[in-house]
Nanobody, 125 residues
Framework: QVQLAESGGGLVQAGGSLRLSCSVS????????MGWFRQAPGKEREFVAAISSWSGVGTYYGDSVKGRFTISRENAKNTIYLQMSSLKPEDTAVYYC?????????????????WGQGTQVTVYS
């Protein structure tokens, strides 16, 4: 059914930028609220950002990334993006995209129904 695939991860110097993409197949992305999570070694999966089913309704960010990361979606391509700027070593993690048909835009990973396999982001100083 619904499948998600992240791309765009890599190695970047602190202060740099990176854009992650998540393509969705099976159902049009417009039907789902979408989120980004990340998980660093030995750490719990952390909420990064989320966006409503319809662009412009609402975007939400974790406190640690506010002002630096931007989530967006391009419904015609069934794709969501995470533009990351002013990257810090603390941002190093595997980044996952997720989808939910919830009427809200959850911040909790258990509220999401579909997940990608993740893409590694490593920030060095």
């Amino acid at each position: 059914q619904v499948q998600l695939a992240e791309s765009g991860g890599g190695l970047v110097q602190a202060g740099g930028s990176l854009r992650l993409s998540c393509s969705v197949s099976g159902r049009t992305v417009i039907s789902y609220a979408m989120g980004w999570f990340r998980q660093a070694p030995g750490k719990e999966r952390e909420f990064v950002a989320a966006i409503s089913s319809w662009s412009g309704v609402g975007t939400y960010y974790g406190d640690s990334v506010k002002g630096r990361f931007t989530i967006s979606r391009e419904n015609a391509k069934n794709t969501i993006y995470l533009q990351m700027s002013s990257l810090k070593p603390e941002d190093t993690a595997v980044y996952y995209c997720a989808a939910t048909r919830s009427s809200r835009v959850p911040r909790i990973s258990s509220e999401y129904d579909f997940w990608g396999q993740g893409t590694q982001v490593t920030v060095y100083s």
